[in-house]
């Protein structure tokens, strides 16, 4: 579940790091990746695959490069956004 609190009038969704991660996860296993897969398209260390499905990073450059190797836009990666 994430949390919206509101700001003046409007509601701001905060984005759950379990929620990215996750989403993330289920990415990488619909187009049959291995973290290490991922890793090397992506150009990111499996270490650093695994950090971001674990909720442990969450870094906007990075998940660029991850939603650019699973042919995803990044919007797909984000909670709210499917």
């Known amino acids: 579940m994430s949390i919206s609190p509101t700001l003046g009038?409007?509601?701001v969704p905060i984005l759950l790091a379990s929620d990215?991660?996750?989403?993330v996860r289920t990415a990488r296993e619909a187009v049959g990746y291995t973290i290490e897969d991922l890793a090397v398209t992506c150009g990111l260390t499996s270490v650093e695959i695994s950090d971001i499905e674990s909720g442990g990073d969450?870094?906007?450059a990075k998940l660029k490069r991850v939603a650019a190797a699973l042919q995803v836009p990044i919007s797909h990666l984000l909670p709210g956004e499917m």
């Open 58 to 60: 969450n870094d906007p």
């Open 20 to 23: 990215i991660a996750a989403r």
């Open 9 to 11: 009038e409007e509601q």
